[in-house]
């Protein structure tokens, strides 16, 4: 109690003493004054090499490192692909196997070859970095010097196989690099040759791909195809650099809008604005609705808008979003949990605000995520797959797909933050149909097929009441996920709750994430959960998730379902070169429907994401392709600082009855003190 | 002297030895190299040559304990447990799996543990003394009773609440202190109040009445007798003769723990977001990492050991008596 | 109802352990003086309290112990078919709040559903209001609706296995290391300082964590050695409690080893061995006997420590299955909750308090035992 009282103290007169700002601000002081966006990390990235980084939370900072060739329009949907450091958008041309040109509408057989001719704007310069000269500029060989990076084994960058299958020479490339470390000779890999790329001059290259491959535009808009100096790369190379942790993974050097000032994945990351970014200018047009929200206010104005970004690190959501509501970051998502607080379902069905959010000036951006969520059945699967008894296994698979009612899901855990799912495609790519309902599971009135209609399923599939009609024994379902922790136990519960539904028990199998991807790869599962995020807005990216020859048994495919049809695989063969239209609609169309009768999937959700910001960040529109986004944004630290000030009064009367209290105990203590002192040798009894 | 220290750190060899064999063998019960090289390699797109390539540059492409292949002396010293293990006595921790090197992170991370983890334990100390010599020096009364009451309470809640109420109540309702964080320098402090606070409380309850029964113990000897018989105060008899004389369980239990505390504390570090090296070891524990969860334990065992002969040393420091051979 | 009863493998050892403890009672009876000390605890009102306290626990503790399979209705012709659920009398007894379940939080004796829902009116109209809800719960429901006093209930079995079980498996090896070490000196005496030196130096929480995982794998890795999920549930939280125990019994085992190297040297043992006794005759008849109150009071006292720890290991990711009602469980996913607004709170106050009442009877009892047992506190 009386450590309590000298803590106070320290705490007022620490205060008193003079902070500008609130006592309890977790940020470093000054900061808040400046225009400076305050965000967090919950993981330290791993990788921020770009031949590397793959993940969600890399590609947050990449991104605004990094310029690859082509960005995807902050504002336009669908989304829609621009140069970021072209002069123009890259031209293909086709070639047949004779080497001849082809017109562009040329049937996809026919190609042998795509080559794309790509132009630099001229005049891009890097951010200052002691390894690279002041006037160092952008060239083509920066490209071309990260592409021969993808095959090298000693980055080992998680696209090598799958571009080695597209761009012509890179998996020679790769071997051969490999040979010669094997033999100790050392790799220059601007003097490696790799034919399927040439150099046209300082500003131009061209690359070759085998057969046509439209989607590949979209992986010159990731960054992997990032431009790397490769004095950079000699730079961080070295051992001295590597014993003090500052690698080319931890320290990127790039052209973008800001460069990496402070790399402290223990507490905090600052990227500042990069002095020597290139003109580059906020988009005049947008969606219709964009000028009415706002959007369109900087329209022209030069980019970046922000001086720097600090990510501090937070692993939990509970401090993230009790600071976010001090006013110490400016946006924030919305956890499960929180969500009552934030929002209020108005009387048409929509979400807004609450008052709560409202009164604080905080700001709602909601958008359809481009990823799915669905739940597996093993194909090799004995019971439920469909090699060993099709008809019966599917039957069962339907029943279960009618009986998980993910509407309820959604309500509960993502307080109807989700779209329940009708098919593989999740809104927002080509392919995917508004309004279109997955019958086996639907009515036509577009309302989930009664519990009944399961328990008939699964008694023609052999299962009257969920056991077995020739020997009476239950039926047992296993589940196989990664989701050990506590904060899944509730999900896992629903589960089980809804396969009772069908007096099936579930066995919920959790494991750790090495074990089930070993079960996934030896095909040991029986029903998984999994999602996936689009990599590009493209159906292929989704659809191929359930290509046979990319299953994940036996071929270490994407295919995690291990699904095989010879007439699904027949028709993505054909999908997946065409150009967006009605005739590739109509091919996704009947893919769509195999599977939705096939049934390898539950499809559960696609979520929606609700992202909240305070009234002072500008110019935020989700955008879940692009990863350059915080040269749009925008901040008024005046507005930021006098909230900030409001919110954060420390509360003054726990200090007063603090006081009371230790009065009231101090009292009896001392009245007890003066007689013990008193006291005779002899204790009396 | 020199000659018992040379002894004790000829002792610590084989107790060294036991714990890397221990962590060791439990770690690859746990993980083959293949499940720690998927698990750096991320999700997408992992092919098995790149796994044998991450297996090569991080030196896990050998036999755990016995290499049939090697020739001679190589036949143990090329397998995981020679190079991987015993290098650390070397004070070479090598690198985590994401390529980082250990020694340098235990060196930027060791600051942020002892910002937390010794005013904690100073405060602690004193405090959790103060508690014990108030409750003896008010024995058989009902103040003493309801502190002791107090005191049963305290140690019957879990440390989780204390957590859990501290930011709840001082982060978010009073706007005292930030809820979690942490900043290098002069800074640190308002990061420090909340922890420092929640791991004092935490520890009152068990640590107060352990002391209390060590100076209940003293209190009955002659010397005590004695001294109040020589007409000393109460407080006087407390203060220059018990405490003195319960020095040497006191110390047995506090010295030990010294060193340790740069290793940090687990579960303040990682609820209140310190980057020291106890949310360091959590995350690694979480992450499977194999490398620095090594480290870490062998780090531990080497502090333990050094605060054992530490507390032989503070005994010939507080009881002449104490002579070490 | 026709029921197949289910023996886990934890049932078994709680029978054992409650067989040790009605011997133990027995033997109390026969032996006066030992009689008359364990009246002392009793005496004070707080170990009444304490103890009764602790025997409802105890009670909850055993009915979730007795497992059964319920039988399936049968069907016509074929043999009787059980369920694969595997139940306890707790559960039958508790019936009501087991299968009343709503679809997510309620508060404690509510009316109705705690998070509003979108419900479309007859008249088309889109509202947001809370359902009614469909039974009472005393402490409300969690986030998929299930009675936190179950589950709190549910929780007592968890947290007196690792209690109790703990200590069951760590005895053996503290008594006869310790007492070895102390009785034999010499090279035994290094050989187990040894021991024990080396698993006390590994940072605790790491070593604990290590081992838990070791197990999870082996649990995941052969699934055909359990035939129920609460078999595996069961195995790992035996696995914790062995692997809890053989951290813990360092402590006991050096306490022993004081005391034996103090007793051998004593006149009566060294009479014992003029007479030729043998040494196993000497510990067991000699040394055992005045090492009884130290192995009694240290028991005790790491009882309500280890119910402590179970909630941090949950924490650290490395404590019970997650399916195993728990405390520490039902903390750590309750934690998120308070972050809501309006805040819930039952389910944390609830495990808290339920973990607090069996701690704080623990610790008073185990005062009350010390006071009894304590040549120096005792009157």
């Known amino acids: 109690m009386r450590f309590l009282f000298i803590v106070l103290a320290l705490l007022l007169t620490g205060c008193l003493v003079g902070c500008q700002e609130p006592i309890n601000s977790p940020h470093l002081a000054g900061l808040a004054a400046d225009k400076v966006l305050f965000s967090a990390f919950s993981e330290r990235p791993k990788h921020l090499d770009p031949a590397r980084a793959y993940s969600e939370n890399e590609m947050a900072y990449l991104g605004q490192i990094y310029e690859p060739p082509l960005q995807y329009n902050y504002l336009k949907r669908p989304f829609t692909l621009e140069p970021l450091t072209l002069s123009a958008m890259p031209e293909v041309a086709f070639y047949d196997a004779q080497g001849r040109v082809l017109p562009a509408d040329a049937p996809a057989v026919r190609v042998t070859t795509s080559v794309y001719t790509v132009r630099l704007k001229a005049g891009i310069r890097y951010q200052p970095h002691p390894a690279l000269a002041p006037d160092r500029v952008l060239t083509a060989d920066d490209y071309i010097y990260q592409i021969k990076r993808l095959a090298d084994p000693r980055v080992s960058s998680p696209i090598a196989s799958l571009m080695g299958e597209y761009i012509i020479g890179l998996n020679d490339l790769g071997v051969a690099i490999e040979q010669k470390l094997k033999r100790g000779v050392a790799v220059d890999l601007v003097q490696e040759p790799l034919s399927g790329v040439e150099r046209v001059d300082a500003l131009t290259w061209r690359i070759r791909i085998k057969g046509k491959y439209p989607q590949f535009l979209y992986w010159l808009a990731m960054p992997f195809f990032a431009p790397m100096p490769e004095e950079a790369d000699r730079y961080y190379g070295t051992a001295l650099m590597r014993a003090a942790n500052l690698t080319l993974d931890s320290q990127p050097v790039g052209t973008g809008a800001f460069y990496m000032a402070e790399n402290d994945p223990n507490r905090v990351m600052i990227l500042r604005r990069n002095p020597n ?36 690190l937070e692993k939990e959501d ?51 995520r481009t990823s799915i969520w669905y739940l597996g059945f093993n194909w090799l699967d004995p019971v439920l797959g469909g090699v060993h008894d099709p008809e019966r296994a599917r039957k069962l698979r339907q029943a279960v797909s009618i009986a998980l009612d993910w509407d309820e899901f959604i309500s509960i855990f993502l307080n109807g933050r989700g779209l329940p799912g009708h098919g593989p495609i999740p809104p927002g790519i080509f392919g995917f149909k508004e309004g279109a309902i997955n019958a086996v599971v639907y009515q036509p009135d577009g309302r989930r097929r009664a519990l009944a209609e399961a328990r008939r399923l699964l008694a023609e599939a052999g299962y009257p009441h969920g056991r077995d009609a020739r020997t009476g024994a239950p039926l047992t379902l296993y589940f196989d996920t990664m989701a050990s922790g506590p904060e899944s136990k509730a999900r896992l519960d629903w589960y089980r709750k809804q396969f009772a539904r069908l007096d099936i028990q579930l066995v919920v199998r959790s494991t750790d994430y090495n074990r089930f991807q070993d ?79 096939d049934a390898p999937w539950v499809f559960a959700y696609t979520p929606k994401a609700f992202g909240l910001r305070h009234g002072w960040l500008a110019n935020a529109k989700p955008n879940p392709m692009a990863h350059n986004t915080l040269k749009y944004l925008r901040v008024d630290p005046v507005v930021r600082q006098a909230y900030q000030r409001h919110w954060n009064r420390p509360l003054l009367w ?23 002192l008193r006291m005779t040798a002899v204790e009396g009894r | 002297m020199i000659a018992y220290l040379i002894r004790r750190l000829l002792y610590a060899v084989p107790i060294l030895l036991g714990v890397n064999l221990i962590t060791f063998a439990l770690f690859f019960m746990v993980n083959t190299p293949d499940d720690m090289a998927r698990i750096q390699l991320g999700a997408k797109h992992v092919t098995a040559e790149a796994i044998a390539r991450w297996k090569v540059q991080h030196g896990y492409d050998k036999p755990l304990f016995y290499n049939a292949q090697a020739e001679g002396g190589e036949r143990l010293t090329q397998t995981l447990f020679t190079q991987k293990s015993l290098s650390l006595f070397a004070l070479e921790f090598g690198q985590a799996d994401d390529g980082r090197s250990i020694a340098r992170e235990i060196q930027t991370r060791m600051w942020p543990s002892l910002a937390v983890a010794m005013p904690t334990f100073f405060i602690g100390l004193a405090v959790y003394l103060a508690t014990a010599l108030m409750l003896v020096f008010f024995r058989r009364s009902r103040l003493e009773l309801a502190g002791v009451v107090m005191l049963v309470v305290l140690m019957s809640i879990s440390g989780l609440f204390y957590v859990i109420g501290g930011q709840f109540v001082l982060g978010k309702l009073w706007h005292w202190a930030p809820i979690s964080g942490y900043a290098p320098g002069l800074e640190a402090w308002k990061f420090l109040v909340l922890p420092v606070l929640v791991g004092v409380v935490s520890g009152i309850g068990e640590s107060g009445r352990f002391y209390r029964a060590l100076f209940l113990e003293e209190i009955h000897q002659d010397y005590v007798r004695t001294a109040r018989a020589k007409g000393l105060s109460e407080a006087r008899v407390l203060f220059n003769h018990i405490l003195p004389n319960a020095a040497i369980p006191i110390l047995t239990g506090v010295v030990v723990v010294l060193p340790r505390l740069f290793l940090g504390s687990l579960v303040i570090e990682s609820f209140f977001g310190v980057p020291g090296l106890g949310s360091y070891t959590i995350d690694a524990i979480q992450a499977q990492d194999f490398g620095i969860v090594r480290a870490m334990v062998f780090l531990g065992s080497l502090l333990y050991i050094v605060g054992l002969v530490l507390t032989d040393l503070s005994y010939t420091l507080v009881d002449p008596r104490v002579r070490l051979q | 109802m026709s029921v197949q009863p289910v023996l886990l493998a934890s049932d078994v050892l709680l029978a054992i352990l409650l067989m040790a403890l009605v011997a133990y009672l027995v033997h109390v009876r026969q032996q006066p003086p030992l009689q008359a000390t364990w009246r002392r605890v009793t005496r004070t009102a707080l170990g009444r309290v304490a103890g009764t306290v602790l025997a409802l626990y105890l009670t909850v503790g055993v009915l979730d112990s007795l497992h059964y399979r319920p039988a399936l209705p049968a069907q016509g012709g074929q043999a009787v078919q059980y369920s694969n659920e595997v139940l306890s009398v707790l559960d039958a007894v508790l019936t009501p709040l087991r299968t009343g379940v709503e679809k997510t939080y309620s508060a404690p004796m509510a009316t109705h559903l705690y998070a509003k829902e979108t419900v479309t009116l007859a008249s088309g109209e889109v509202v947001r209001v809370a359902p009614p809800l469909k039974h009472w719960h ?57 021991l024990y030196t080396t698993l006390n130096s590994i940072p605790g929480v790491l070593l604990i964590a290590a081992a838990v995982l070791v197990v999870q794998v082996q649990i995941e890795m052969h699934p055909d050695w359990f035939d129920s999920a609460a078999a595996r549930a069961d195995v790992r939280l035996l696995a914790l409690c062995a692997i809890l125990g053989m951290t813990s019994w360092t402590g006991l085992a050096r306490l022993l080893r004081a005391e034996a190297l103090k007793l051998r040297e004593l006149e009566f043992v060294h009479a014992a061995r003029a007479f030729g006794v043998g040494h196993a005759g000497i510990v067991r008849r000699h040394i055992l006997p005045n090492v009884g109150h130290l192995i009694v009071i240290s028991v005790v006292l790491d009882f309500s420590g280890l119910v402590l720890a179970e909630a941090v290991l949950s924490y650290v990711g490395a ?52 006071d009894a047992f304590d040549p120096r506190t005792a009157r």
């Open chain 1, 277 to 312: 970014y290139h003109a580059d200018y906020y988009p005049t047009t947008g969606e219709p609705n964009d000028a009415a929200a706002g959007l369109l206010r900087d329209a022209g104005r030069r980019l970046p808008l922000l001086d720097a970004a600090v990510y501090s």
């Open chain 3, 138 to 194: 005393l402490l409300g429901t969690d986030k998929v609706g299930q009675d936190v006093l179950y589950l709190s209930l549910k929780s007592i079995r968890t947290g007196l296995l690792i209690g109790t079980l703990t200590t069951l498996i760590m005895l053996p090896f503290a008594v006869t290391l310790g007492l070895a070490a102390g009785y034999f000196g010499g090279r035994v005496d290094d050989a187990i300082q040894y």
């Open chain 3, 319 to 370: 404590g019970v299955d997650p399916a195993t009602a728990s405390w520490g469980n039902m903390i750590n996913g309750a934690r998120l909750e308070l972050a809501r607004e309006p805040i819930v709170w039952w389910q944390l106050a609830a495990a808290f308090g339920f973990m607090f009442v069996l701690v704080l009877a623990a610790n008073l009892f185990a005062d009350a035992v010390k």
């Open chain 1, 318 to 368: 509970i401090p993230y979003w009790n600071k976010f509501l001090q006013g110490y970051y400016d946006t924030s998502g919305i956890a499960s949990d929180t969500f009552d607080q934030a929002i209020r379902i108005g009387p048409d069905g929509r979400p807004d605000l609450s008052p709560e959010m409202r009164a604080r000036d905080i700001q709602l951006a909601t958008t359809n």
């Open chain 1, 519 to 597: 079960k996934m790869r030896k095909g040991n599962a029986q029903i998984f959960e999994w999602g996936w995020n689009a990599d590009y807005p493209d159906p292929e990216n989704f659809l191929f998730l359930l290509y046979g020859p990319n299953r994940k048994q036996g071929k270490n495919g994407e295919n995690a379902a291990n699904y095989s049809n010879p007439e699904f695989d027949r028709l993505f063969t054909e999908m997946k070169s065409m150009d967006n239209g009605p005739a590739r609609q109509a091919v996704i169309d009947r893919m769509v429907q195999i599977v939705r009768v």
């Open chain 1, 654 to 676: 726990p200090v007063g009855v603090g006081v009371l209290l230790l009065i009231a105990m101090v009292y009896p203590a001392w009245r007890l003190w003066r007689r013990r």
